[in-house]
């Protein structure tokens, strides 16, 4: 229990070295495995994809001496840090890659109302600004010995950036949903076994991080020391096992399997917009000399 522990332990548990060890190496693991496969395909969005992975990585490398000394609060707060930022990244990478999937096979290449760049854009943009958010939150929380106030401050600021998450995974399912709908108006079910895996990989990996930012939301929003803090297993159910869900996907359902061609990295739109400058400019030249 929490009042019976040294009040110089950083943890409200007994952490398990063998867990923290063992999903150590299942993030190495697939952390190398999506780098491999994004050189293979050369899909180089792909890297927010093992970026995101890394960052576990690191968070549960850390979480081993972290446990090894527990009063060591230069430990504990890099690895919950990295731990709790680490899926923002993974987010990026659905929203990229929702948005390379409405660019390649939606003629017109948009979704309710916006173009897949601009979709792509919305969704990164919101995805930097949780992230700021959810930084400056857990900068509060890791300080040596946080006073109340700023303890407070920096759970609440923590449950507005994984609130914000919550939203735009929201609009993001609306969206998944909307390109379906789209796509079958087009086509009916022709050529929708291109991508069909690749979107319920997709859809699978932001339900997983959906239950981790509501796990989040919880942990943070109940009276501390709650239950969700007090137990490891619940940490290790809804977040760190969640997280290897929302990634584990991908390397059977890679986007490089899926997004081929110019119109998948939005290089041909960037083409295009630089005709189209390159036509207005000569013909104002010519019209200049006339």
């Not at 040294?6 to 398990?16: F, L, Q």
């Not at 919950?80 to 899926?87: G, H, M, S, V």
Request: a positive charge; aromatic letters at 14%.
């Amino acid at each position: 229990m929490a009042g019976d522990k040294d009040p110089n332990n950083v943890w409200e548990y007994n952490p398990s070295k063998g867990a923290a060890i063992l999903f150590t190496i299942l993030w190495l693991i697939t952390s190398t495995y999506h780098f491999v496969q994004m050189i293979q395909y050369r899909k180089w969005y792909c890297w927010v994809l093992v970026m995101g992975c890394t960052w576990e990585f690191v968070g549960f490398a850390l979480r081993i001496p972290s446990i090894d000394n527990p009063t060591s609060v230069a430990l504990f707060a890099p690895q919950l840090t990295f731990i709790i930022l680490a899926p923002i990244w993974i987010a990026a990478f659905d929203y990229m890659s929702l948005g390379r999937l409405i660019n390649v096979f939606l003629p017109s290449k948009r979704c309710l109302g916006l173009s897949a760049r601009h979709i792509t854009l919305l969704f990164v943009g919101g995805d930097i600004f949780s992230f700021i958010v959810q930084l400056s939150g857990s900068m509060f929380l890791t300080g040596n010995n946080p006073s109340p106030h700023d303890f407070k401050l920096g759970t609440n600021i923590l449950i507005g950036g994984q609130c914000l998450q919550l939203l735009l995974f929201s609009i993001f399912i609306v969206m998944s949903i909307r390109f379906e709908i789209n796509y079958k108006a087009e086509f009916a079910n022709a050529g929708k076994e291109r991508w069909v895996a690749f979107i319920r990989i997709l859809n699978v990996s932001c339900v997983c991080i959906c239950i981790r930012s509501i796990f989040r939301i919880a942990e943070f929003a109940s009276t501390y020391p709650g239950p969700l803090v007090t137990h490891e297993v619940a940490f290790y159910v809804l977040d760190a096992v969640m997280m290897l869900f929302a990634v584990w996907g991908f390397h059977l359902a890679h986007p490089g399997k899926v997004l081929v061609g110019e119109e998948s990295s939005f290089r041909a739109e960037r083409k295009r917009r630089k005709m189209q400058e390159r036509d207005t400019s000569t013909s104002a030249v010519e019209l200049s000399n006339v």
